[in-house]
C-alpha cells in the first residue's frame, strides 16, 4: 500500500481524507451538508486530498427531525460525481446489512469506480440506533466475532467464484458476487477498545481508524497495543495504515495553519499516516487550498 517506511518500520507516507457530513442541522439550514459540499465545494478542493469519507448513520444527534443521508447511497452518488478521490465509509456498522450483501455492495461500487473503494468497517456502537431499525445489539464481544466473520466473508466473495463459509454467527453457501474485483477492496476498520478491538483491526484491517480524543498519550498507547499485535502475528507493520480523525475547522490565518501542522506533526510521531479530517461546512474554497498550501505540502515535504 505505502512504500516508504522509517525506523520503527511504520509506513512513512501521509495520507488526508476529507470527511463530508451527511447532516444538515441549523448550520447548513437542515440541508445535508455533503450534497451542497459536492455541488460547490468538493469538485474544487478535493483534488488535494487523497480519500473522501461517509458516515453510516440512518440519523442525526440532536433531533431526529435533522436530515441525514444513508451511506451506500451517498458514497455512491459521491463516486459518480467525484474522480480521482478514494471513497470509504466512516465507518460501516457491520450488523446494519447482512454480511453477503455488504460484499457484493462493496464488489460493485468497487467495478463501478475503478477500484477507488475502501471497505470501512466496524462493530457497531449506537444501540438506540440498532434498536429503532429493528436490529440485534449484542455485546461488544459478540459484535467483534460477527466483525472478523464479516470481513472473512467479504474477502471470500471478492476473490472466489463459488465461495462458503461456515461460522459461528453467519454462514453463506454459493454466495457469487460477480464481477469479482481486480482489485479487491482494502478494508478499514474502526476500531478503539484495548481489550478487543485494537486486536481484531491488527488481525485484519488494511487501515486501522480511530477518533481523535484530544488525548496524544491515549493514541500514543493504542498505536502500541497495534504495533505490539502485529509483532505477535508476524504481520509487517508497513500492511497496516494507522488513521486517526480529527474534527476541527479549516485554518483561516498563517499562524492557524502553522498550529494545525504542528498538531498533525505530533499524530505522525506516534505513527498516524492517514488523517481524516471533519473540517464542518466552511462556506469557501479559500481556506481548503489555505490548508493544502500550509499544512498538507508541508508535511509531505517533511516525511519526504
Not at 468497487?110 to 429493528?134: C, K, P, V
Not at 488494511?206 to 480524543?213: E, L, Y
Request: glycine share 8%.
Amino acid at each position: 500500500m505505502n512504500d516508504t517506511v522509517n525506523a520503527s518500520g511504520a509506513s512513512s507516507a501521509l495520507r488526508f481524507g476529507w470527511l463530508s457530513p451527511c447532516i444538515g442541522n441549523r448550520w447548513s439550514d437542515h440541508r445535508p451538508i455533503v450534497a451542497d459540499q459536492v455541488e460547490w465545494l468538493l469538485p474544487e478542493v478535493i483534488g488535494h486530498f487523497d480519500s473522501l469519507w461517509i458516515a453510516d448513520h440512518f440519523y442525526g444527534f440532536d433531533a431526529k427531525t435533522d436530515p441525514f443521508l444513508e451511506a451506500w447511497t451517498t458514497i455512491t452518488w459521491c463516486a459518480a460525481r467525484l474522480d480521482g478521490v478514494q471513497l470509504c465509509h466512516h465507518v460501516l456498522g457491520h450488523g446494519y446489512r447482512p454480511p453477503a450483501l455488504t460484499a457484493k455492495m462493496a464488489a460493485t461500487l468497487q467495478y463501478l469506480s475503478g477500484n477507488r473503494f475502501i471497505l470501512g468497517i466496524g462493530a457497531g456502537w449506537r444501540g438506540d440506533e440498532y434498536e429503532a431499525y429493528g436490529y440485534e445489539f449484542p455485546s461488544p464481544k459478540v459484535r467483534f466475532a460477527q466483525l472478523e466473520e464479516v470481513v472473512t466473508i467479504c474477502r471470500l466473495m471478492w476473490t472466489t467464484d463459488d465461495p462458503s463459509f461456515e461460522g459461528e454467527h453467519y454462514r453463506i453457501d454459493g454466495a457469487a458476487a460477480p464481477p469479482l474485483p481486480d482489485v479487491p477492496p482494502p478494508i478499514c476498520i474502526g476500531a478503539s477498545g484495548e481489550q478487543i478491538g485494537l486486536k481484531v483491526a491488527a488481525r485484519h484491517a488494511d487501515i486501522w481508524n480511530t477518533p481523535w480524543r484530544r488525548d496524544l498519550e491515549s493514541l500514543r498507547r493504542k498505536c502500541g497495543i497495534v504495533l505490539d499485535e502485529l509483532e505477535r502475528l508476524g504481520r509487517d507493520p508497513a500492511d497496516l495504515e494507522m488513521s486517526t480523525t480529527v474534527e476541527r475547522a479549516l485554518p483561516t490565518t498563517d499562524s492557524e495553519s502553522a498550529s494545525y501542522a504542528e498538531f498533525l506533526a505530533s499524530l505522525i510521531e506516534v505513527g498516524i499516516r492517514h488523517f481524516v479530517l471533519d473540517f464542518g461546512n466552511p462556506d469557501s474554497a479559500e481556506p481548503a487550498h489555505r490548508f493544502a498550501e500550509q499544512v498538507i505540502a508541508p508535511l509531505r515535504a517533511a516525511m519526504s
